[in-house]
């Protein structure tokens, strides 16, 4: 776990919102950050067990007599957040199917690799639009303007928008260069 961010994702989840179970911190991780951080249930718990067991988390007692498990940070796992925050951002190199096969395009028919840049544009308008729709609603929003972390909602919201419009302008220019580089086939 000592190289997993997954623990400082969910350290700084807890530290943000409070009490969370695992269940609540996937469904913030899906909802609110998922365009740039994704987690999954077989990772998470067992994160959320070395954390308890490293007591950088500890069990709410919201949830006492109940069989949810909630957890919030504990000092040392607070401590342990701010020192990974303040320090440097590793490189993380880009992981990406669709570029790993057009790198083996030559193997494939025109027709499919334009269908699989078709649909993901589609997948990545989608995104856009609903990335958009979350800015507006947040942008001029005063209740969400009182809060610490807005100003780093909105440029992390900014990062996804400005990101999806460079893939979207990549797959029309990639779709358009292929079609005339293979006339069309």
Known sequence: MKNSKTKYAVLGVISLLG???????KMFCDKAISFFWNENFGHLYPVLAQLESNGLICRSDLEEGTRKKSYVITEKGRIELE???????EYQPERSELLLKLSFGNQMQGKDIISMLEAT???NQLKFDRLNNIYDQYINNDEAMKKPQYPYWIVTLRYG???LEASL?????TIEFLNKYNGGK
């Open 19 to 25: 009490p969370m179970s695992g269940y609540d911190i």
């Open 83 to 89: 020192e990974w925050l303040v320090g440097p951002v």
């Open 121 to 123: 544009k589609a997948r």
């Open 161 to 163: 928008i400005t990101s």
């Open 169 to 173: 302008k990549w797959c029309d220019d």
